[in-house]
């Protein structure tokens, strides 16, 4: 007799924050320069945080993502983490 192939459920990412910090104040994106406030939404690997994880909408989270980006290019933020 064959066996059913289960699944394997995930578990679900519960965001820090429930709503996104940047719709709550009407402020803009923190900008490539202020690179301490990016730094939060990297993990200890350098990798960039998820919507999900972090709370922010999907709007931001894509501005974000930019915005590290072009710090990583000027040499603001790590494109690996340090050794």
């Not at 972090?54 to 930019?66: E, F, M």
Request: positive net charge.
């Amino acid at each position: 007799m064959a066996r059913k192939k289960t699944r394997r459920r995930r578990k679900k990412i519960e965001p820090e924050n429930e709503f996104c910090p940047f719709c709550l104040d009407n402020d803009k994106v923190p900008d490539y320069k202020e690179y301490k406030k990016l730094e939060k939404i990297l993990t200890d690997r350098a990798r960039i945080v998820s919507s999900e994880r972090s709370g922010v909408c999907t709007k931001h989270q894509r501005k974000l993502t930019t915005h590290i980006k072009r710090a990583r290019h000027l040499g603001l933020l790590p494109f690996a983490p340090k050794v």
